[in-house]
């Protein structure tokens, strides 16, 4: 069931670049964002979250930085019917700690077969696709998890290749040191920063746990 | 890799007016590097300066040394200078980032007269961390590079530890460089805007 999104909702500035970087989005898209802003987090991740709902696929969003309520109002905002969605399963919002630690401690092994199980479960169910949305800020409340949170961003792209899957991890490059800024550009083949999306000649198709 | 064949493979690809950065996390990253970067530059005849910071600058002659470069005789003839972040950067006092991208230019000029194909820098940028006040001053000054050393006979290396700089101040550098020399290679950078053609 697609939510409505209105095309230009009051104050929004109909989000063009959006729409440019979804024409270019792909099934099994692994984009990092990178922004120093909470006003850029958003201006990202409501309307990729909008575009999906309104093309009928299942959406999380895994917030930190910004409670779940704030990005529900922010959908709201945007013409989003919020608790149909939420009813109807369509939409989860939850906490990044909730994603990522859900058997109450992070393992990047776990959290990749389950999300590629939440993935396979979204096409069983009959949505068209599924996109993710995750703020990453949620790791440095413990930066012992940084490096198994990088093994994960490194299997992340094969793992959900060719899966019907789009997803954007959103790190704050105000917070994050630049070791780990430099990472994320080793583990993403496309990134975003600001409100652009750009291939990305520094990734590193190599495998995991590389120093 | 070996040192010398990943130099060779971009050093070919090196053409004047280039404003580079590197990113690193150690000194040995940076070493293999910048080094070679050098080392390169004084075999060609290229006069050629280094702006130390978090190494001190017998660090740097050593390591040159220990890639083969004769430090004395080309600290003595001239066409190799070593100095500090502070007495390069902060030459004038404080950092004023027109009067210093004229102060580079003018030296790239002498280097010319001075009879040497071109010149080449290498710097440290961590005296920044050391001096905040300055960090606009000096990205502007970093933005100002793309454009004021096109096609004048420099090659110029920005150098930035990772380990050290915030996330943002990186994404900064790597907006304000058309090409990003990182592990053992020479990117073109699409994060940087590039320059109108002319």
């Known amino acids: ?211 | 890799m070996s040192g010398s064949s990943y130099l060779t493979q971009i050093e070919r690809r090196l053409k004047p007016g280039d404003h580079l950065c590197s990113f690193y996390e150690n000194k040995t990253e940076q070493f293999q590097v910048v080094l070679p970067f050098l080392k390169r530059g004084l075999d060609l005849g290229e006069k050629c300066a280094y702006i130390a910071d978090e190494n001190t600058v017998a660090e740097i002659k050593a390591g040159l040394l220990a890639h083969g470069v004769d430090v004395g005789r080309r600290l003595e003839s001239g066409q190799l200078t070593v100095v500090t972040a502070r007495e390069f950067y902060l030459r004038l006092g404080r950092f004023d980032p027109r009067a210093m991208m004229s102060f580079v230019i003018s030296a790239v000029n002498e280097a010319v007269r001075e009879g040497y194909p071109g010149l080449r820098v290498a710097g440290e940028s961590t005296w920044i961390l050391k001096d905040l006040n300055s960090l606009d001053d000096f990205l502007e000054y970093e933005t100002m590079g793309n454009a004021a050393l096109r096609n004048l006979p420099v090659k110029a290396l920005c150098q930035y530890n990772v380990n050290r700089f915030l996330g943002s101040i990186i994404m900064k550098v790597l907006q304000t460089h058309s090409r990003v020399l990182l592990g053992l290679d020479l990117y073109e950078n699409p994060f940087c805007e590039p320059l109108p053609a002319r």
Request: net charge neutral; with cysteine; aromatic share 8%.
């Open chain 1, 1 to 211: 069931m697609a939510a409505k999104v209105a095309r230009s909702p009051a104050g929004t500035g109909g989000f063009w670049y959006l729409k440019e970087i979804e024409s270019r989005l792909k099934p099994g898209d692994h984009l990092c964002h990178l922004y120093e802003t909470k006003q850029e987090q958003l201006q990202m991740a409501l309307p990729f979250l909008a575009m999906g709902l309104a093309k009928g696929e299942r959406c999380s969003c895994a917030a930190h930085e910004n409670t779940p309520a704030e990005v529900e109002a922010g959908l709201s905002a945007l013409g989003v019917d919020v608790d149909r969605c939420l009813l109807t399963g369509q939409l989860g919002v939850f906490t990044a700690g909730e994603l990522y630690m859900s058997t109450g401690s992070f393992d990047p092994y776990e959290v990749l077969r389950s999300s590629v199980s939440t993935v396979n479960k979204a096409v069983e169910a009959g949505y068209p696709g599924m996109r993710i949305v995750a703020d990453v800020t949620w790791i440095l409340a413990d930066l012992a998890k940084l490096d198994s949170f990088m093994v994960l961003e490194a299997l992340w792209d094969n793992a959900v290749r060719d899966l019907p899957f789009r997803g954007i991890c959103q790190y704050n490059a105000r917070r994050f040191p630049g070791n780990t800024i430099m990472k994320t550009l080793r583990t993403h083949p496309r990134v975003l920063v600001g409100r652009q999306l750009y291939e990305n000649p520094f990734h590193e198709a190599t495998q995991p746990g590389r120093k």
